[in-house]
């Protein structure tokens, strides 16, 4: 199952900004800071691309962490210090 992520968290700086300049003509003292707006677009998306990642990966399996620390310290001679 498919499920889109919004990016409403990204927008809202960017809907700040607009309706600052809509209604002001200008920022009026608010800084519409580029850079920032765009960097959160950036992690938003990388987000979405993450989470699209992980549902198209199949289910989830079941993890047996004794027999992971048993298989690491055997292939890298290491064990409890």
């Keep these: 199952m498919t499920r889109r992520i919004s990016n ?3 927008e809202v700086p960017t809907r700040l900004g607009d309706l600052a300049l809509e209604t002001f003509g200008e920022a009026n ?3 519409v800071d580029l850079p920032a707006r765009e960097a959160s677009e950036i992690r938003a998306n990388a987000l979405q691309e993450a989470l699209i990642a992980g549902e198209q990966s199949g289910e989830a ?3 047996d962490g ?3 620390l048993a298989r690491m310290n055997a292939k890298h001679g290491g064990g409890a210090k």
Excluded: D, L, N
């Design 66 to 68: 004794e027999a992971f």
């Design 8 to 10: 409403e968290a990204a």
């Design 29 to 31: 003292g608010i800084e």
């Design 61 to 63: 399996t079941s993890f």
